[in-house]
């Protein structure tokens, strides 16, 4: 039985699974471990590049099952190592990292899960901008209430919540995952070095925030607090997300300082107008910029009314089991997991 499981999540990632599972081969042969592919079905030659590594391979039955969420919890119901580390196919592990989270979980009972630091390869994006801010800043390592960009889980601590990933989010499954964690005690722990090169999409801003809300990661910003909705763990993601509730307030704040100052009818708009050019004034210096600041607010408000679409849309029970198939080297199913 394998110590370790890397899960890989890959859909129509032809151009740099090759890459990705090179690497992951790689540090897997340092820690007795195994590297499962999971294949969002793709359409491309993704599958067929993966079968030239030593790795396993398991698709979705159905179509429909088909998320980010649901592609790790997939790779998990096939996982066999006592630890899993969850990849995405744009993702490169670097060298040392698995061995290392590794030997801290199991010098430490108490930790559920180890992550590093994610590097990008080319900042293209503002949510590039702000890893590698991050990344930047941290010279120590931290404590901290999620793992986001990957990470390496103890299956125990998992299995003590239910599930590794929830089936139903498209986005957000890693802080919905440690919002769970913590709310059992346990502690993740987040290392001083780099555990990836992260690729991401040759895109823009305003090309991401199309891609996000066309593939329903942007509505999982309300997804996950329905999700979350009468558990203890639901505070967590709450402040995560606050501008969801800050930009209704705002608003609402804004009209009724228009309305209780006594603005006349006609002028009421352009005064709601300068309430607004007030608060971006704010956001412009927060940001130490005024293009930077507008963004921001750009950004809250897309994101709220992203929400609003996702509160509103059931979500897939995550205890549910998802149909899945192991593939042969004929691409013939191997084994079925439900």
């Not at 890989?8 to 690497?23: D, G, I, M, S, T």
């Not at 070095?193 to 991401?208: C, F, K, P, Q």
């Not at 999982?220 to 639901?234: E, I, K, M, N, S």
């Not at 210096?285 to 009314?305: D, E």
Request: charged share 20%; with cysteine; net charge positive.
């Amino acid at each position: 039985m394998p110590t370790v499981s890397i899960l890989v999540k890959a859909l129509n990632e032809e151009r740099r699974v090759a890459h990705c599972l090179q690497a992951a081969v790689r540090e897997a042969a340092l820690v007795d471990g195994e590297v499962i592919v999971v294949d969002s079905l793709s359409t491309d030659r993704t599958v067929a590049i993966a079968r030239q590594f030593a790795v396993r391979i398991v698709q979705f039955d159905a179509l429909a099952d088909r998320g980010c969420g649901a592609a790790v919890q997939l790779g998990f119901q096939f996982a066999k190592g006592d630890f899993v580390y969850v990849l995405d196919g744009d993702m490169v592990l670097q060298p040392g990292f698995l061995a290392l989270a590794l030997a801290r979980l199991q010098a430490d009972p108490g930790l559920a899960g180890v992550g590093g630091r994610v590097t990008d390869a080319v900042v293209r994006t503002s949510s590039d901008r702000r890893r590698q801010a991050a990344a930047a800043v941290q010279t120590t390592e931290q404590t901290v209430k999620e793992l986001g960009g990957g990470g390496l889980y103890r299956v125990a601590a998992v299995r003590q919540t239910g599930y590794l990933a929830h089936r139903g989010l498209a986005a957000y499954e890693e802080a919905e995952l440690g919002a769970r964690l913590c709310a059992g005690g346990w502690q993740l722990l987040r290392l001083a070095r780099t555990a990836v090169l992260h690729e991401g999409h040759a895109e823009d801003n305003w090309g991401m925030l199309l891609r996000l809300w066309r593939n329903g990661r942007a509505q999982a910003t309300g997804a996950v607090l329905r999700a979350a909705a009468g558990h203890p763990w639901f505070w967590q993601l709450a402040r995560k997300q606050v501008f969801v509730l800050l930009v209704p307030l705002l608003h609402l704040l804004i009209w009724g300082v228009v309305v209780v100052v006594g603005v006349d009818a006609p002028t009421r708009w352009l005064a709601w107008a300068g309430g607004w050019l007030v608060v971006s004034g704010v956001f412009a210096w927060r940001k130490r910029g005024l293009a930077a600041g507008l963004w921001a607010l750009l950004l809250w408000h897309y994101f709220a009314l992203a929400a609003l679409a996702g509160l509103s849309r059931p979500v897939a029970d995550p205890l549910r089991p998802i149909g899945g198939h192991e593939l042969t080297l004929s691409s013939r199913p191997l084994a079925r997991r439900t």
